[in-house]
């Protein structure tokens, strides 16, 4: 039974991972970089490079060693080549280069958006091609119908922000910290969504596609309103962008907390990502199920309401464990081994390039303002 060594590098997780044929994860580590990049607030990508080319080869030795398995033990090495910060993305494939040329492996040069797309598969042995999948992530935010290992039809993407960076910026603007998506479900769970007026981009709109740059501008007008006037509502900018399912929600007095304001968001997230995940379901024929992956889909709330639009179409949910959807190493070592299993395998060449954007799906077409995030 073969087994891939992944290794992931692409943002500001350092991940090593053993994976085998029958999906075990038979060991893996990940060195978060967060108290290296908190005090600015976001990831620094050139303080990533670093921690990253610091703590690659003692983690690939680490999980080998967990495993009691040396590099002869590999059959193959799959490392992230991109899309991503590049600095740290040519780390991580330059330490996979050195081990497969060292060990004579072959190379496997995986697409980090191929590692969340194909990870829901890792962890449920009977999903099968093809399914619709949302990808939200700190960088990405897709709606693709995936067909097969390496077939990829993307029906949907962000025209800005990507949902888990309207998260990162939310939390930002409520002074919740780094990182931030956890910190404003946390929050969340303590404010009233209704009674922040906010809008919901794109909802109903006719394109496939999703928006969340004026939903966080709201954000930000929402708590400068709070500071300004503790207790008054928003003001009339964020009353005009209201989406018509909102008026008339807030509380009497219009009060509000920084708790209401991270509740609203969410809630406004949430049903823009199921309008829109609505309607790619609509045009959609032969699914065998609805997934989610990526680290947006850690959120419980977007979870439940992606389950409940599941059942409404008689489809299964699909939502990996909470450690495979932020990134890892074990969901690029399982697209190594999807890859393997492939009839017309072919390693990768030992100089290929990492790349800071690469879309899973070359032929979508290109989008009205799309922040191009691959
Ligand atoms: O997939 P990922 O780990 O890295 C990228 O490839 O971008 O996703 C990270 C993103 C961040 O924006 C983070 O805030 C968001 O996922 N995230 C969450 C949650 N956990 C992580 N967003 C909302 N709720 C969460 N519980
Ligand atoms: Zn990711």
Redesign the pocket.
């Known amino acids: 039974m073969p087994i891939v060594l992944g290794i992931e590098s692409?943002?500001?997780?350092t991940a090593a991972a053993l994976v085998d044929g029958k999906r075990r994860i038979v060991a893996q580590r990940i060195a978060s970089q967060d108290d290296a990049h908190r005090p600015y607030g976001g990831v620094v990508p050139e303080i990533a490079a670093r921690a990253h080319a610091e703590r690659i080869a003692p983690l690939v030795e680490a999980v080998l060693a967990d495993a009691g398995m040396t590099l002869d033990d590999v059959d193959a090495i799959a490392a992230t080549a991109g899309p991503?910060l590049i600095g740290g993305v040519m780390v991580g494939l330059v330490t996979a280069k050195a081990l497969a040329m060292a060990a004579d492996k072959p190379l496997l040069a995986v697409n980090?958006?191929e590692g969340?797309a194909l990870s829901p598969r890792l962890a449920d042995l009977a999903l099968q091609f093809p399914y619709l999948l949302l990808l939200?992530?700190?960088?990405?935010c897709q709606v693709l119908r995936v067909e097969g290992v390496g077939q990829y039809r993307r029906l949907a993407t962000t025209i800005d922000d990507?949902?888990?960076?309207a998260?990162?910026k939310t939390?930002k603007i409520l002074g919740l910290g780094f990182?931030?998506?956890?910190?404003?479900?946390?929050l969340a769970r303590e404010g009233d969504p209704k009674a922040v007026p906010l809008p919901r981009p794109l909802l109903g709109s006719a394109e496939p596609h999703f928006s969340f740059a004026g939903l966080k501008s709201a954000v930000l007008r929402a708590k400068q309103a709070m500071d300004r006037r503790p207790g008054l509502d928003p003001g009339p900018l964020a009353v005009d962008r209201l989406s018509a399912s909102d008026p008339g929600l807030r509380r009497d007095d219009g009060s509000y907390t920084e708790a209401d304001i991270a509740a609203a968001f969410?809630q406004a997230a949430l049903d823009c990502v199921i309008d829109r995940t609505r309607r790619a379901l609509e045009g959609s024929e032969g699914l065998t199920a609805l997934v989610v992956?990526?680290?947006?889909?850690?959120?419980?709330?977007?979870r439940a309401g992606l389950e409940g639009l599941a059942a409404q179409f008689g489809l299964p949910f699909v939502a990996p464990p909470?450690a495979l959807?932020?990134?890892?190493a074990a969901m690029i070592a399982w697209a190594g081994q999807e890859r393997l299993a492939l009839a017309d395998f072919a390693p990768d060449p030992l100089d290929i390039a990492a790349r800071p954007r690469w879309p899973l799906d070359p032929d979508a077409a290109p989008v009205r303002g799309a922040g191009v995030k691959a």
């Open positions: 692409s943002c500001d997780e991503g980090h958006l969340h939200v992530s700190g960088g990405h990507a949902l888990g960076e998260f990162d939390a990182p931030g998506g956890p910190a404003v479900e946390r969410q992956a990526g680290g947006v889909a850690a959120n419980q709330t977007i909470l959807c932020t990134d890892n």
